[in-house]
């Protein structure tokens, strides 16, 4: 049996990155000027008052303690020198202040406006490790994941109109058929067109859970499930198909099933039963409708250390190197030119597989070669009640 080592998959890309060197417009220099203004403002401000300050003190003391003109010409040289000094320091304290906090915040206010008016492809330079860094790259993040789930969104869009269009042509051209006297109302016509309608029904209940699943909204009903029961429930469920295509459908474990309730346990996970044959039942069908007669598709389980390893393997056609990364894509076929009457689904098998997996806390992987067939793997964790 094939080992249970299921990876993590990979981050997914980003948009492209917006550097410093890709400029900014012109509101941007607009932000950065208004805050120098008012850091200039304050600091200058600042200037005076210890200016003021100093030279007040310088005074006081000179009459206080007597000076004669020597004294107060060495006064009036300290207070030209600090004259001299504290806008110097002032200014490069400014300076500082500005590059630290004005740039970034000016930055940080224009990618927000290009954010509320639709442009997803701002970015902000990431100014050192301190907290307006980390708010930057938090930003960027952000921005990342609504340009992601944007594009998400229109992929599925597109997706759904086209999975839509053919079984609604298909529905409409037989009505219009029917009512201009082209076909005969006959069970035939009707039953075609009902099955287009019932196609319709499981697209859309597909859609509903897949959706509920990824917002993590899916009701799960959790309660002991023993895997071996689950895969033997599974291989009764598809005997009959696989015998019809002559594919020999078999179950292993990994090691023998004890009587002994410690061992038993080692068999069972917390999780939805029906959810759990959904997955299994989904992987099934696609091995067998994939493998030719002659062909075999196993059923394997294992204990592991932290829950069950459940492996669906078949003898089949196998899956091209280059699709493998998209196997758990809405609306992926191995095969574009299949359509629903040849028997291929609506696309969404593995992408609801993949997602009612990792509801419950577990991985799923697939490992295929172009005809030596495919290997699903899940990793199932055991958690309490």
């Keep these: ?108 206010m224009t990618a927000a406006e290009a954010v509320a008016d639709g442009d997803l492809s701002v970015r902000v330079p990431v100014y050192g490790r301190g907290e307006f860094g980390q708010l930057a790259a938090s930003f960027n993040h952000m921005v990342e994941e609504l340009a992601l789930a944007d594009q998400r969104r229109r992929n599925l869009t597109a997706d759904v109109a086209h999975e839509l269009r053919t079984p609604l042509h298909i529905i409409q051209g037989n009505l ?25 029904a499981r697209l859309v209940e597909d859609l509903r859970v897949l959706s509920q699943a990824e917002s993590g909204q899916l009701a799960m009903a959790r309660e002991p499930v023993d895997v071996t029961e689950l895969l033997a429930d599974v291989a009764t469920s598809f005997s009959g198909q696989a015998q019809a295509a002559g594919v020999t459908l078999r179950t292993e474990f990994g090691a023998p099933r004890a009587t002994d309730p410690a061992a038993t346990a080692e068999w069972v996970i917390q999780g939805d039963y029906g959810r759990l044959d959904q997955v299994l039942g989904n992987l099934t069908s696609n091995a067998v409708r994939h493998t030719l007669a002659g062909g075999t598709v196993t059923l394997a389980a294992s204990p592991t250390a932290e829950g069950v390893c ?71 964790r055991r958690q309490p009640a």
């Design 176 to 200: 219009e058929g029917v009512l201009d006297g082209v076909y005969a109302p006959t069970p035939e016509h009707i039953g075609a067109t009902l099955e287009e309608t019932k196609l319709l």
């Design 310 to 380: 459940i492996v669906v393997a078949d003898t089949g056609e196998g899956i091209a190197a280059e699709d493998l990364p998209y196997v758990f894509d809405r609306f992926w076929r191995g095969d574009r030119a299949r359509t629903h009457a040849d028997g291929a689904g609506s696309g969404l098998g593995l992408a609801i597989a993949r997602q009612l997996v990792q509801a419950h806390g577990g991985r799923i992987a697939v490992a295929s070669e172009p005809g030596g067939g495919t290997t699903f793997t899940i990793d199932l």
């Design 1 to 108: 049996m094939p080992g249970c080592n299921v990876p993590a998959g990979p981050p997914l890309p980003g948009p492209p990155w917006r550097g410093r060197r890709g400029g900014w417009p012109p509101h941007q220099r607009r932000h950065s000027g208004r805050l120098f203004l008012r850091f200039a403002g304050i600091f200058g401000l600042l200037a005076v008052l210890v200016l003021g300050g100093l030279a007040l003190v310088v005074f006081l003391l000179t009459r206080l303690f007597g000076g004669d003109r020597r004294t107060a010409a060495l006064v009036w040289l300290s207070v030209c020198g600090l004259l001299f000094l504290v806008p110097m320091v002032a200014g490069w304290v400014g300076r500082r202040a500005f590059r630290g906090i004005a740039r970034p915040l000016a930055n940080l």
